[in-house]
């Protein structure tokens, strides 16, 4: 008990260091995108929570998708709890990615939302874990609950590729894509933009882990109050 | 292997014959359908040149929204009458009972899909059947009931039930969706099978997919 709650300290500090380094390399390390216009520089900058945002996000779905598995094969509540934590905060990601990402969409290409692959799968990714959450809520009993939530994890975790797939290749006959400022922003980083780049990521990976280790301890506290809550016959 | 197949035949067997004595499957999901044309007939009218254009959405979105119905009493039905009790006391492999569940739904959105052919071509005055159509139709409605199935089996252990169905079902089913209309447009403009094999794939592969993830996870789902 006390060394998680040291454990969990030091990490909320390392990611408080973390994420203050991100900040900086975002805005100061990073220098201005000079292959883009200079009307989007700033916006540009975005790309620098976006990114990270997004592949946080896909990190989460993946630790649900294994805590999903991981519980069938136990039925321990550990796994439960590791897989609700890790939706949740795929979802605080998801709503992350897309907002930021329609902020830069807009003056970069002049509208906030195009039915571009990467997007329309996302928002499918977020009705997902959304329909994930509903299913949990409507389910009293425990066990139940984690069984039920669990195996619409794995069948949601899988759809996501196949998705993604059947999207670009809708848009493949369609030549509509408007993926290419974001492209040329992919493989244009400068090597200083590259440093950032890859230092904001990581800061997002050990705030994604705090964040997923609070939110376990959370479940495991919400756990022993329900047991409390059941021997008070409150 | 013989008497697996018993098993799916035995429950396939009894839904078919609760339906057909009872008809409430059929009916619902046929007059559903209907319903839905006319309401696509009248939302389209006016915005679009030509209405055969709208043939592929329109029979793949009344498929999923008429199908949602009837898989949704897949397992509301058996826990309704307290028959889903003694349907998991036989001493059989519970992925038995999965398979011949999932082939009563799909039996049922077949037999629907073939009183709807027929009728989409007479109101949009367009002859838009074809066998590669078939195929495909054939394909989505199998990923279709074997999702659905599963998610029926979740969905009637909730205090919403049917409710949930369609938010639990539709994000999942996107890519056949999508398939299949892609598809119909390609059949409709003269494409040949090969053209589409691209999504015919992708059909198969969901299809093989869920399958397998069904069978490895429904003993979860309908475990008390």
Known sequence: ?234 | MKRYLQVVWAVLWKDLRIELRTKDIFTSMAVFAVLALMIFNFAFELRVPDKTMVIPGVLWVTITFSGVLGLGRAFISEKDRGSMAGLLLAPVDRSAIYFGKMLASLIFILVMEVFLLPLMVIFFNANFISLPLLLVLFLGTLGFAAVGTVFSGLAVNTRTREVLLPVLLFPVMLPVLMAGIRATIGFMEGDALADMMKWVNLLIFFDLLYLVVAYMTFDFVVEE
């Open chain 1, 1 to 234: 008990m006390s060394l998680s709650r040291r454990l969990l300290q030091i990490l909320n500090f390392a990611a408080l260091v973390a994420m203050l380094i991100a900040v900086y390399a975002a805005l100061v390390l990073a220098p201005d995108a000079i292959n883009v216009d200079p009307s989007i520089r700033p916006a540009q900058r975005i790309i620098y929570f976006h990114v990270p945002s997004a592949w946080s996000s896909m990190l989460a779905f993946f630790v649900a998708f294994i805590a999903s598995i991981l519980y069938l094969i136990t039925k321990h509540i550990r796994w439960d709890i590791w897989a609700r934590a890790a939706s949740e905060l795929g979802i605080a990601f998801t709503v992350a990615a897309i907002i930021s990402g329609s902020l830069w969409a807009k003056p970069a290409w002049n509208t906030y939302w195009t039915w571009d692959p990467r997007l329309t799968t996302y928002t499918i990714v977020l009705l997902l874990y959304i329909a994930y959450f509903m299913l949990r809520g409507a389910i009293d009993e425990p066990g139940r609950r984690a069984r039920m939530a669990a195996v619409y994890g794995i069948f949601a975790f899988l759809s996501v590729p196949l998705t993604f797939m059947s999207i670009r290749w809708w848009n493949t006959i369609h030549p509509v894509i408007v993926d290419a400022p974001e492209n040329t922003n992919k493989f244009g980083l400068g090597p200083n933009m590259m440093n950032a780049f890859m230092i904001t990521n990581i800061a997002f990976i050990i705030l994604f882990v705090t964040l997923l280790a609070n939110r376990i301890s959370l479940g495991w506290a919400e756990e022993r109050m329900d047991a409390l809550k059941e021997r008070l016959n409150f």
